[in-house]
C-alpha cells in the first residue's frame, strides 16, 4: 500500500540544472553561444511557467564555478548573456512580482555582471510571493567552505555555542539561509549526476531527469515532471505506514 501512495502536493520549490546547449547548437551547426542563447529563451519561458503552476521557488543553474574553464570566447558569451538577461528580464520580474536572488561567488563575477545583478535584486527586493534564483559561480563544496568559515567565525564571536549539534545553527551561513530546501531536481539532456548543485539543501529532494536538451526543454516537459513528483512517496526517513498515516 504504502509504495502505491501518491501525494498531490506540488513542489514548492524546483532547481534545474539547464543542460544541454552545446548539443542543441551542434545538432544545429551552430556555435556554443547561439546554444545558450536559445537556452535563455527556454529559461525565460520556464520562469513564466512555475508562476503559472504555482512554483513559488525556481532555482537555476546557470553558471557553475567549473565553467570557467571552457574556453574563453564561450564564457565571455555567456556573461554577457547574463547581463542582456537580467536588463531585458528586470521588468518582466518586477510585473510579475518575482524576487531575484543570486548564489555563489558573486563577488569573482565580471564588475558589469556583479552591477546588473545587484541592481535587478535591489528592484524586486520588496517582492516575497515568488523566488528566483541564480546559481551563478556556483559550487556546493565552495557554498560549505564558505559556510564553515563562517560558523566558525559565529562560534568564536559568541553567537553560536560550540555545543550545538543542530543542522540549522550550520545551514544559515549556506547561501542559500533563506529559501526552503528543493523538493524537485530537474536536469535535462539525458546526464544523470549532480554536478557540485545543491549539495547540501537536496538531502530530501527527488530527482527528474530527462533526456531533453534545455532549449526544448517547455512547459509541457516540465508538467510531465511535476506529475513524475506527485507518484512519488517521500518518507523523510519515516515509514511508508507513517506517511500513509500521518497522525499513528
Ligand atoms: C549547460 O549546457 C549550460 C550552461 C553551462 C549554461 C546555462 C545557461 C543558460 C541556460 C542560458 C542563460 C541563462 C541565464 C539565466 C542567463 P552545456 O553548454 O554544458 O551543454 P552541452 O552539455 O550539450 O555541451
Not at 543542530?166 to 542559500?176: E, I, M, S
Request: proline share 4%.
Amino acid at each position: 500500500m504504502s509504495g502505491e501512495s501518491i501525494h498531490y502536493i506540488d513542489p514548492q520549490h524546483i532547481g534545474i540544472i539547464m543542460d544541454g546547449n552545446g548539443r542543441w547548437a551542434k545538432q544545429r551547426g551552430h556555435s556554443r553561444p547561439r546554444g545558450h542563447k536559445e537556452g535563455a529563451q527556454a529559461t525565460r519561458k520556464i520562469i513564466d511557467a512555475c508562476q503559472e503552476l504555482g512554483i513559488r521557488y525556481l532555482t537555476l543553474y546557470a553558471f557553475s564555478a567549473e565553467n570557467w574553464s571552457r574556453p574563453d570566447i564561450e564564457v565571455k558569451a555567456l556573461m554577457e548573456l547574463l547581463e542582456f538577461f537580467l536588463s531585458r528580464e528586470t521588468k518582466t520580474l518586477i510585473k510579475r512580482r518575482v524576487r531575484l536572488h543570486a548564489i555563489g561567488r558573486i563577488e569573482e563575477l565580471p564588475n558589469s555582471a556583479q552591477r546588473a545583478l545587484k541592481k535587478a535584486m535591489a528592484a524586486t527586493e520588496e517582492f516575497d510571493d515568488w523566488h528566483l534564483t541564480l546559481a551563478l559561480n556556483y559550487s556546493s563544496r565552495n557554498e560549505v567552505l564558505d559556510a564553515a568559515k563562517a560558523f566558525a567565525q559565529a562560534i568564536s564571536s559568541g553567537e553560536t555555542s560550540p555545543e550545538t549539534r543542530d543542522w540549522a545553527d550550520f545551514a544559515k551561513h549556506l547561501y542559500t539561509s533563506k529559501i526552503p530546501d528543493p523538493d524537485l531536481i530537474i536536469r535535462t539532456s539525458g546526464e544523470t549526476r549532480i554536478s557540485n548543485f545543491l549539495l547540501m539543501q537536496s538531502a530530501y529532494s527527488e530527482f527528474y531527469f530527462t533526456d531533453t536538451l534545455w532549449p526544448d526543454f517547455d512547459k509541457a516537459q516540465l508538467e510531465k515532471a511535476i506529475a513524475c513528483y506527485h507518484k512519488r512517496e517521500r518518507r523523510f526517513g519515516k515509514t511508508g505506514e507513517q506517511i500513509a498515516q500521518p497522525t499513528a
